[in-house]
Every structure is written in structure tokens, then in C-alpha cells.
């Protein structure tokens, strides 16, 4: 019902910038919110921030006043501006697409998940 393309993770030292981008492909239905999730090894995935479809945000304290999330609805793509990076930051992260795919039935859509390394 729909494919998730991710781009843009890699190696940075700490305090550099990147930018992760999601287009939802091959879909007719109506998208809900568009997240960020990461997980580091040993770990549990967590969200680290989430966009509606009205533009609303929400953030992970960790990442407040560092990345920022944002959308683009005629592209069906999101995208996460990460600066200041942290070592913490190291993870996979993971694309998340609510797609509205009946009246009041919404199914969660993960991507393939792409590596940001933070070293110094």
C-alpha cells in the first residue's frame, strides 16, 4: 500500500548537521502523521519526533532545540533536520507513516531504517 524510501544518514563527527529525508511512494491513501523513531543497539525503539498532518510537532526532550522536523504534503516526504549532533545520538533511525487506509482505520507503515553515526 505504500513504500518508504529513506536517504540521508551517514557519519558525523559531534556537532555537525544531517538530514534525513522519507518520501512515501506508491500510495493513494490519505497520510496521517509522519514520525522519526531510533534505535540504538541495546536498546528500545523510541520516538524521537512526529508531524500531523496539520503541521503539528512533538519531540523527544532529548532532541528539543536540536532537530527539527518538518513535511511536505505535495511530496508526501518528511524530513529531519539533526544538528549539534551527540554520540547518543548514534542509531538507526526508522521512517513511520499513519496512512488513513478506510473511514477510521488508520495502519502504521515502518521504513527500512537508515544508520547515523555520531563519532568523534
Known amino acids: 500500500q505504500v513504500q518508504l524510501v529513506e536517504s540521508g544518514g551517514g557519519l558525523v563527527q559531534p556537532g555537525g548537521s544531517l538530514r534525513l529525508a522519507c518520501a512515501a511512494t506508491?500510495?493513494?491513501?490519505?497520510?496521517?502523521?509522519m514520525a522519526w523513531f531510533r534505535q540504538a543497539p541495546g536498546k528500545q525503539r523510541e520516538l524521537v519526533a512526529s508531524v500531523t498532518s496539520d503541521g503539528s510537532t512533538n519531540y523527544a526532550d532529548s532532541v528539543k532545540g536540536r532537530f527539527t522536523i518538518s513535511r511536505d504534503n505535495a511530496k508526501n516526504t518528511v524530513y529531519l533536520q539533526m544538528n549539534s549532533l551527540k554520540p547518543e545520538d548514534t542509531a538507526v533511525y526508522y521512517c513511520n507513516v499513519s496512512l488513513q487506509v478506510a473511514p477510521r482505520v488508520s495502519k502504521d507503515y515502518w521504513g527500512q531504517g537508515t544508520q547515523v553515526t555520531v563519532f568523534s
Open positions: 506508491r500510495t493513494t491513501f490519505s497520510i496521517n502523521a
